[in-house]
C-alpha cells in the first residue's frame, strides 16, 4: 500500500464548476498537508499547506484535513480554465525534511 | 531570483551514455532535493542534501545513479550507464528548513530520453 493515495483522474469539469480532489494517506504521523499545481512541462508549484487538521481558505481554494480518517481535500470553487493542471497533494512529519507526494490528479475546466 | 535552474531541459541519448543533469538551487536555501517523475510511478524522491551534505540516498534506484553538491550553488545528478526504463522528467528542489512550511521550490525539469 502506498503511503499517499491519490486519484489520477482525468477530472474534466464545466467552466464555474466547484472541483474537489482529495488524498488517503496511512501513516498517522504525517502533520503538515500540501497542495501543489503542476502545469504542463513544468514543476509543481506550491498552492497551500495546513498545519494538522482544519480548514484553510485562499480565495477559491479551501484545504481541508480530517486526521481522524486520513483524508485531505482541496476544493476549487467557480473553476477557470486557467485551473486546468495535475494537483498533487503532498505530506510531510513535523521536523521531517522529506515529502511524500500522491500521484496527481489531472483537471480540465472547460469554457 | 531566477528560482531554480536546471539544465539541460531536455536530453535525448543512447542507451549505455552518461547522463549529468545541473541544478542551481535558490540562493539561501539549504535544502536540496532530487525527484523523478513519469506516468506509472508520479514523483519518486531520489536523494537530498542538507548543506551541501547527502542526508537520504535510499531512493536512488541504483548503483548507476549518483549526485553530488560540491557547493551551495549547484548540484549534479549522474546516470552511468543509462538505459531506456530512466526515461522520466528529472526535478531538482530547493527549500529552507526542509519544505515543511515554505514548501519546495521545483525547477522546470529535465526531460530525459534514452533510446
Known amino acids: 500500500q502506498k503511503e499517499v493515495e491519490q486519484d489520477p483522474g482525468p477530472l474534466s469539469v464545466p467552466e464555474g464548476a466547484i472541483v474537489s480532489l482529495n488524498c488517503t494517506y496511512s501513516?498517522?504521523?504525517?502533520?503538515?498537508f500540501m497542495w501543489y499545481r503542476q502545469y504542463s512541462r513544468k514543476g509543481p508549484e506550491l498552492l497551500m499547506y495546513?498545519?494538522?487538521?482544519g480548514n484553510k481558505e485562499d480565495g477559491r481554494f479551501t484545504a481541508q484535513v480530517d486526521k481522524s480518517s486520513k483524508y485531505i481535500s482541496l476544493f476549487i470553487r467557480d473553476s477557470q480554465p486557467s485551473d486546468s493542471a495535475t494537483y498533487l497533494c503532498a505530506m510531510t512529519f513535523t521536523g521531517g525534511f522529506k515529502t511524500i507526494f500522491g500521484a496527481g490528479t489531472r483537471l480540465f475546466v472547460k469554457a | 531570483d531566477a528560482g531554480v535552474i536546471q539544465s539541460p531541459r531536455h536530453e535525448v541519448t543512447e542507451m549505455g551514455q552518461e547522463v549529468t543533469l545541473r541544478c542551481k538551487p535558490i540562493?539561501?536555501?539549504?535544502?536540496l532535493f532530487w525527484y523523478r517523475q513519469t506516468m506509472m510511478r508520479g514523483l519518486e524522491l531520489l536523494i537530498y542534501?542538507?548543506?551541501?551534505?547527502?542526508?537520504?540516498d535510499s531512493g536512488m534506484p541504483e548503483d548507476r545513479f549518483s549526485a553530488k553538491m560540491p557547493n551551495a550553488s549547484f548540484s549534479t545528478l549522474k546516470i552511468q550507464p543509462s538505459e531506456p526504463r530512466d526515461s522520466a522528467v528529472y526535478f531538482c528542489?530547493?527549500?529552507?528548513?526542509?519544505?515543511?512550511?515554505?514548501?519546495?521550490?521545483f525547477g522546470s525539469g529535465t526531460r530525459l530520453t534514452v533510446v
Open positions: 542534501f542538507n548543506n551541501n551534505v547527502p542526508i537520504d
Open positions: 495546513t498545519y494538522s487538521s
Open positions: 501513516n498517522s504521523a504525517f502533520q503538515y
Open positions: 540562493s539561501g536555501h539549504d535544502y
Open positions: 528542489a530547493s527549500s529552507l528548513s526542509g519544505g515543511a512550511i515554505n514548501g519546495y521550490t
